[in-house]
């Protein structure tokens, strides 16, 4: 089924709905709850056909120690312990994404990540903390998307794979555990395929708003050495002011929830949980097809299995063009 537009006008607002609800890919960190969609209108995919590329930033550090939904002061977690008491994970993940629109109801994409890790830990039986540093590659996400929409709300279904091209035979660089093996979920790539799907209804709510609503799931496929990784699921939804100006405000909630890991390289216990974000970041218009973000992700909620790691708050912002 077509749908014929009255006017450019018309044409324009049609693929500014579109473009702010096919959303670019959910990024998997370990234990910090990304579920950022990062930038409606130019990260991700087009409405017509023709090539985009995109570069993104993150930045997070997880130092807050949780069990639960309660945060836990390592002050009173003498050393040596019988639990592994995690210090700190900086991570910088650099993304370059890759879209291309073959007409305007199908769309292809690649996201391929750098990561940059430094870890701090004290281990189980351990008096003194073990350090890491990772750089490198990532896991490589190939998205498909098939898109329906007409003048004033639509929907769409994301399909793809991540596929194991990130590393996972890190060591530990120092400390007690120099030369050990770091913990499969700290590792740049998990080593596993996993089938991601998705799912949007998108609309435009009024005259200068619009909003979305989107669920999508990663599935491991198989484990591989010994570890099967945790499967997720994520719901977003969020609103857009579509003003006249080049800025335009946007305001999400994710939610994100993944199940405990599995496998004997698996850190079962310390493994899991739910975490949402209210994230507000802008948009703006550099050029007619050049935009940039910025999105500031803040806890609402976090409840996780075990100890874990978890982040105050986390940074993204990036630059997108079109061809």
């Known amino acids: 089924m077509s749908y014929l537009l009255p006017s450019s ?33 130019a990260l991700g995919y087009s409405a017509v056909p023709g090539l985009g590329a995109g570069l993104r930033i993150e930045y997070f550090e997880q130092s807050e120690l949780r069990s639960g939904t ?35 109801s199908w769309a292809i994409s690649l996201s391929l990540p750098f990561h940059n890790r430094f870890h701090t830990t004290a281990v189980d039986g351990d008096t003194d903390i073990s350090t890491s540093r990772a750089a490198g590659l990532g ?20 399909f793809g794979f991540k596929l194991p091209t990130g590393r996972f035979d890190q060591d530990f660089a120092a400390g007690p555990q120099a030369g050990e093996p770091l913990d499969r979920g700290l590792q740049l790539g998990t080593g596993t395929t996993d089938l991601l799907i998705g799912a949007a209804w998108f609309a435009r709510a009024g005259e200068h708003w619009g909003t979305f609503v989107q669920a999508t799931a990663d599935q491991p496929l198989a484990a591989r050495a010994g570890f099967l990784p945790s499967a997720s699921v994520t719901l ?18 994710n939610v994100k929830t993944e199940t405990r890991e599995h496998g004997e390289e698996a850190d079962r216990a310390n493994s899991g949980g739910t975490l949402a974000y209210l994230s507000p970041g802008a948009s703006a218009e550099l050029t007619a097809q050049t935009h940039a973000f910025v999105f500031v992700q803040l806890p609402v909620y976090q409840r996780v299995n075990g100890l874990q790691l978890t982040p105050r708050w986390l940074l993204s912002c990036g630059l997108n063009r079109r061809f």
């Open 139 to 158: 896991d490589l996400r190939l998205l498909a998307r098939y898109q329906r929409s007409g003048l004033a709300r639509g929907f769409s279904f994301q």
């Open 70 to 104: 309660d945060r836990v002061d390592r002050n009173t977690l003498p050393l040596p312990n019988e639990s592994e008491i995690q210090q700190r994970t900086l991570n910088r993940n650099t993304w370059l994404d890759l879209n291309c629109g073959l007409n305007s």
């Open 9 to 41: 006008k018309a044409a324009a607002s049609l693929a500014a709905v579109i473009l702010l609800a096919v959303p670019s890919p959910v990024r998997a960190c370990s234990a910090c709850g990304c579920s950022l969609i990062s930038d409606w209108p």
């Open 236 to 253: 977003s939804g969020g609103i857009r002011w579509l003003n006249a100006s080049r800025f335009t405000p946007q305001l999400q909630l």
